[in-house]
């Protein structure tokens, strides 16, 4: 770990490693509790792991063929601003909910059922 590049390489990873599961873990979570279906949570980890599948057998080939900088920074890109989308319209969504939560005030409480 001498080399200070490898380093800065290795941190990034690991906390993009991180990140992607905590998103994977946020959305397999939203999965289930939006639908209570065992089989639509599988359904949404298949069709996250489509693209690796697809796409890993041209990555090699792709690497050889151009700098590597620019490959990792072109590839990183559509995920990058997926997930951007995706985080917006949650939040857009998220706040709409949170609004109408604002909105019932006392009477949603009142309406909760107290455990005691």
Not at 34 to 42: F, L, Y
Request: with cysteine; proline share 5%.
């Amino acid at each position: 770990m001498a080399i200070r590049g490898a380093r800065t390489l290795i941190g990034a990873s690991a906390a993009s490693e991180i990140g992607n599961w905590l998103y994977n873990a946020a959305l397999l979570g939203y999965v289930y509790s939006a639908t209570r279906s065992a089989g639509w949570v599988g359904a949404a980890t298949v069709c996250r792991l489509v693209p690796y599948v697809l796409l890993r057998p041209f990555g090699g080939a792709v690497a050889d063929r151009y700098r590597r900088r620019t490959v990792l920074l072109a590839g990183d890109a559509p995920p990058r601003r997926w997930t951007r989308r995706c985080s917006a319209w949650k939040a857009a969504r998220c706040s709409t909910l949170w609004r109408r939560h604002q909105a019932c005030g006392p009477r949603w409480i009142s309406a909760a059922p107290h455990l005691e």
